[in-house]
């Protein structure tokens, strides 16, 4: 809730205006919606306390990229701040914003605008659930190797915002790797599109990856093309238990120097290490006899998915340095780990100064501690995101020239 000085403002209860379908056009540019009518909704709350008005943001649910971007103009006109809502699954990561006169929902953008099954291509609304666009791949037997904490309820524009990924990162890398066009809203009311539906987009700039972790600073995305992937012939879960997190790792780096390694590999704080493969058939049950360890159900990656502890970080050190960092945590911490990635989540049950000191450490091997949800005390007293990388002008005049008003979710990200 924000405290501002009275001024007028509109009714977020605004007509939606129009609602769309996919309409395909020639050429490689994301597919562009057709409109239909559609009712308004999104009510907000406000008092008067003296001279001062107390407002909850307004919420409001676009029914098309036209009119959310039509909305973002008009804000940028009155200078309300915005703050773009996706599956709110990573609301509490950033800086607390402390402004927000908009909450522009984008669950109404939950369209596949295309897929095209033989050229293993997807084009979405933003606002889609990850899960809603895995269903649909399912069907063509395939899928999107995107397998975030804090799951279900994901949409894909949030996941790109956030860059947050899961275990499969080890295999199948980030959203930019498999992320083939966007397109982004502006505060400048215009619809910018980057990249395309092939897969061989390599000249021009890539203006793709500027929105990719941007946490919705430069503008919201409302629509992404993917490269999919095939599912794989054959998936297998084994664990191992440790006695002693030595040997747990030990065992990490003989998973992962299979001639097969795995597709994901997890190593727990209680020594338990679980590793996922891929593959054909033969191969996968090679490897599995090879490690010699128990089989278990493959269900265990969507339990692990749910993890989101109340307070919690992300770490991300080089490969070789992570062993070293995960031992400089507290004792008896809670966390887990991708050995193979050099990440590191932690659930947070210590202090401010427990959390500087490994970020301390993991900014010394030249790496990172981000908060992904802490209470807001924590929050303030730490900061969510750590040293300002040494890229931080280039990025205050990115941030100019895309939100030159400054609307876009002020106050969440470094800039
Ligand atoms: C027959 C064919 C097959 C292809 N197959 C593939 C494929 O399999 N996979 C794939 O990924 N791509 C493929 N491509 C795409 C091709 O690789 C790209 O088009 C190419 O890499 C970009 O080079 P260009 O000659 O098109 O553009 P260029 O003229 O090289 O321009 C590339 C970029 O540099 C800029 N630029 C050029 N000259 C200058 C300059 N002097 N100063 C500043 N900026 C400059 C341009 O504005 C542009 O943004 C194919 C293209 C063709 C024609």
Excluded at 285 to 304: A, F, P, T
Aim: charged share 20%.
């Amino acid at each position: 809730m924000g405290v501002q000085p009275r001024r007028p403002r509109r009714h977020a209860s605004r007509q939606a205006g129009t609602r769309s379908r996919w309409n395909p056009e020639p050429g490689q540019d994301l597919p562009r919606p057709v409109t239909q009518a559609d009712p308004a909704r999104g009510p907000h709350r406000s008092c008067r306390r003296g001279q001062v008005v107390v407002t909850a943001p307004a919420v409001e649910r676009p029914g098309t990229a036209e009119e959310l971007a039509a909305r973002l103009a008009e804000a940028a006109g009155d200078r309300s701040s915005v703050v773009p809502v996706g599956g709110g699954r990573a609301s509490e990561m950033g800086d607390a914003s402390g402004r927000g006169d908009v909450e522009l929902h984008t669950t109404r953008l939950d369209r596949v605008l295309e897929h095209s099954q033989a050229d293993m291509v997807i084009s979405v609304e933003a606002g889609i659930t990850l899960e809603a666009l895995q269903a649909v791949l399912a069907e063509a037997g395939q899928f999107l190797p995107l397998d975030p904490f804090n799951s279900p309820g994901h949409t894909i524009g949030g996941l790109l915002a956030t860059a947050w990924t899961g275990p499969l990162r080890l295999h199948y890398g980030s959203p930019r790797d498999f992320l083939i066009g966007i397109r982004v809203a502006q505060p400048d009311g215009r619809l910018a599109s980057a990249g395309g539906r092939v897969v061989k987009n390599v000249s021009g700039y890539d203006l793709m990856k500027l929105h990719l972790g941007a946490m919705g600073t430069l503008g919201v995305i409302v629509a992404a093309s993917f490269k999919v992937f095939p599912k794989p012939l054959h998936d297998l879960t084994v664990e191992a238990p440790h006695e002693s997190i030595a040997d747990a790792w030990t065992s990490t780096e003989r998973a992962l120097a299979m001639p097969l390694p795995p597709a994901a590999l997890e190593l727990f704080s209680d020594g338990r290490v679980l590793a996922r493969f891929f593959g054909s058939p033969g191969a996968v049950e090679r490897m599995v006899d090879e490690l010699g360890w128990k089989k278990v159900e493959s269900s265990v990656w969507v339990e692990h998915s749910h993890r989101a502890p109340k307070a919690w970080a992300r770490i991300a050190v080089p490969r070789h340095d992570l062993q070293r960092i995960v031992a400089s945590l507290p004792a008896g911490a809670h966390w887990w780990a991708s050995p193979g990635a050099g990440i590191v989540h932690w659930a947070i049950a210590t202090g401010a100064q427990s959390v500087r000191d490994v970020r301390a450490a993991s900014e010394a091997a030249h790496g990172s501690l981000v908060l992904l949800a802490a209470p807001p005390e924590l929050r303030r007293e730490v900061g969510a995101w750590g040293s300002p990388p040494p890229t931080l002008e280039l990025m205050r005049r990115l941030k100019q020239v895309f939100d030159p008003v400054g609307i876009m979710n002020p106050g969440r990200f470094v800039v």
